[in-house]
């Protein structure tokens, strides 16, 4: 602990401003909260610190800002090393790690605001219907990677993934 020269600048309820005060935490380092209110005119703070985008979340360890959830996280994870990483060791596993980081940001945070921003009632069930097939889908995606299935080749036969995440061998390669 100790980092009292770490500053948050969030707005809540972002989903991305949760993923750095979890690396913050997991990392134990002390910071200061600062939230933001999107719904007035943006803070002189936000604008100094952050004016290409104009958004939160913003890091700022000793007046330098670092911007957007990903690069946050990253940053927290290779500067303060005496806690445990926050993404795997391995290669692989950062890759897989990495894909399901940018599955959640493309799919189910768009379809989960989109939801509670609905105004109408269609509106409203066809983000949830999204949400839902987003859901499905990374189950899906969840049963093939416990399965390594996108990991195995045999030089002899095809293998493809079927709707339900089984394997499926079809007819050799034909050398």
């Known amino acids: 602990m100790g980092e009292s020269n770490v500053k948050l600048i969030v707005s809540w309820p972002s989903p991305f401003m949760l993923r750095a005060r979890i690396a913050l935490h997991l990392k134990s380092i002390d910071y200061e909260y600062n939230e933001e ?3 007035e005119p943006k803070s002189e703070l936000l604008l100094k610190i952050n004016p290409l985008h104009q958004r939160v979340p913003v890091l700022v360890q000793d007046g330098k800002p670092i911007i957007e959830s990903q690069a946050i996280v990253q940053y927290i994870d290779e500067v ?4 445990p990483s926050i993404l795997p060791s391995r290669p692989r596993q950062r890759a897989n790690a990495r894909i399901w980081i940018a599955y959640i940001d493309d799919k189910l945070v768009p379809a989960l605001i989109s939801a509670v921003i609905a105004e109408t009632e269609d509106a409203k069930k066809a983000s949830i219907s999204a949400l839902e097939e987003a859901v499905v889908t990374r189950g899906m995606l969840e049963r093939v990677e416990q399965r390594e299935s996108f990991l195995h080749y045999s030089p002899t036969r095809r ?12 007819s050799p390669i034909q050398l």
């Open 37 to 39: 209110n999107l719904l």
């Open 159 to 170: 293998r493809r993934v079927c709707p339900d995440g089984l394997i499926t061998a079809s």
């Open 80 to 83: 303060w090393l005496d806690a």
